[in-house]
């Protein structure tokens, strides 16, 4: 008896598996149970670990594909009812959850954006939200919602079709903007970069507020594609960010590959130094070798405002390294046509722009063609004024650094330096802001920090020499070779290569004090990157690459057309009325704050 109730109560005491006779999910128990839990220490790399690979698994979508199908097809009419809860939205009456601002379902996505669900007149007049803004430096709202949408959720609309009247942000100094984008819908990836140029622009005003119906499906995606804009980071690393900071944000499947479309379209237009070897890895053309005309146009795609306007024929790296060179040496005021970046284009007032205006030139009577004729070296300078500034040069090297600038002789010597045989930490170095440039948006703020005429003069030589073709090829060369007269030359130049040569004859012009052979022997080492050819100046090679070597009789006739060019600068300049004083100058830049 005693042996019968034993064994009926080990039977129950038991596991399943043992009384159903699986012996091998048995011994595979009993082994777990015998193992050691870990430490500590190794606990937490364990977890680590797991964080790891969590961040590097893509987001996913928090509806599955049933429920986005049913999003995507139910009536507008309907959906506030079956989705959204009607007049008892939850998005429209957050008493119960913490929120950034009182009275609104909102969260700080980074110090500057604030994503909201959208506000309605009575809670606008109820708690105060106009003096909330305020105190939090918003100086504006972006709506994202089309008018008459989601009717049955919350308060009823008002005449504009939105739950408030846009007036009252508006007559309150605060900025308004909205861009009609469908709920549940997707946008284009052309609207998507006028919004976050927009967005970008209106941080010089103050901090901003996005909403769309709850703040979280079309503002969690237009935020993500701003940190893609000016973090230059991933897709997957953006919408990380925003969930982290606005749970339960950019929700569907198709705001996802949204977001990371716009990054596939973006971000090979901000490589600013091409890249060889980083585009044979990807096997995307997009990232390899560009043309100036090709800079250029990916160039628009990045920039707004001020910049887009200024630097639609100019690099704006070129134009930044030349700047940064030239306030060094206390040479950024200059006379005649005001460099600096501004509402109207300064090029505008370049001489080869006034001449492309005019009618394009016949080649018959213009373009003479034939046997090439050697001419005389263009005398550009004045004897008094050239004894002038070699006294003015030879005093520079003594009281240059003195005064809290170095002397113009110093950066001429960086132009002649063979970046080739720099030292191997100063190589590292402009490899390393190499890099940085190509990954920050803000980019001229590295080079404003740059003090090393040398580094800023190889930076500018390797974007020139970087090029998938010269600025200035085989044609352009037979163009000016052929022609003698000097407008003729330029307005059959393209444009984009003739501003730019212009730009960096002036650069050589406001480089003073210094001697007219020096200034002469930096005109010949533009050229020699503006033509992808080498030349022997001051019995050197430069560029000391594998490239060919520039004939001597194409050399005299490029170095004359370049002193007849820069003849007619100085006239230009020294022209009556030539000045840019209807010009008014914007803010400078602003810093985009990285999230922690």
Sequence with gaps: MNTQESNSSTDRSCPLWERLNCVRAASYCRRKLRKVAPEDGLRGKNKSKDRSRRTQRPPTALYNRFSEKMLSSTPPALQCALFCGGRRCQYERPENCKSAIQGLYSDWVTDEILAMARPSTASIAARNIIQQFHSWGIR????????????????????SGFTYDPNVFMTNDIYYYNFAWPDYGEASLSSLLDMVKVLSFSFQEGRVAIHCHAGLGRTGVLIACYLVYALRIKADDAIRLVRKRRPRSVQMSCQIFCVQQFQHYLLPQTVVFSCK???????????????????????????????????????????????????????????????????????????????????????????????????????????????????????????????????????????????????????????????????????????????????????????????????????????????HDLENTIQALDTEDVILVEYLLRVVLRLRPLTAPRSLELIRRVLASLTHQTLIINDTRLPAKELPALREGTHQQLVNFMLKFLVEIQKDIARPGNDDLEVVAPQRRYRIKRIK
């Design 277 to 483: 070897e980083q585009s044979n890895q990807t096997k995307d053309p997009r990232t390899s070798e560009f043309t100036l005309r090709q800079y250029l146009y990916r160039q628009m795609a990045t920039l707004h405002g001020a910049d887009e306007r200024a630097f639609r024929e100019i690099p704006k790296i070129v134009y930044c390294l030349c700047e940064r060179l030239l306030y060094l040496c206390g040479c950024c005021q200059t006379s005649g046509v005001d460099l600096r970046v501004r509402n109207r284009p300064f090029y505008k007032n370049f001489i080869s722009h006034r001449l492309k205006q005019r009618r394009p030139p016949e080649v018959n009577e213009d373009i003479q063609t034939g046997q090439v004729t050697s001419l005389p070296m263009v005398e550009w300078r004045d004897p008094v004024e050239e004894e002038v500034e070699r006294n003015l040069e030879s005093v520079s090297r003594l009281t240059g650094t003195r005064s809290g600038v170095i002397p113009a002789i110093i950066v001429y010597e960086a132009f002649m330096t063979d970046h080739q045989s720099l030292p191997e930490e100063r190589r590292k170095h402009l490899q390393r802001l190499k890099a940085s440039i190509n990954q920050r948006s803000d980019f001229d703020k590295n080079i404003d920090e740059e003090e090393d005429p040398v580094i800023l003069s190889g930076l500018l030589f390797e974007w020139l020499e970087g090029l998938k073709e010269p600025v200035l090829d085989k044609a352009d060369l037979a163009i000016i070779i052929t022609s």
């Design 140 to 159: 504006t709202v972006i709506n994202l919602q089309t008018p008459g949408e989601h009717a049955s959720c919350g308060p009823p609309l008002t005449s």
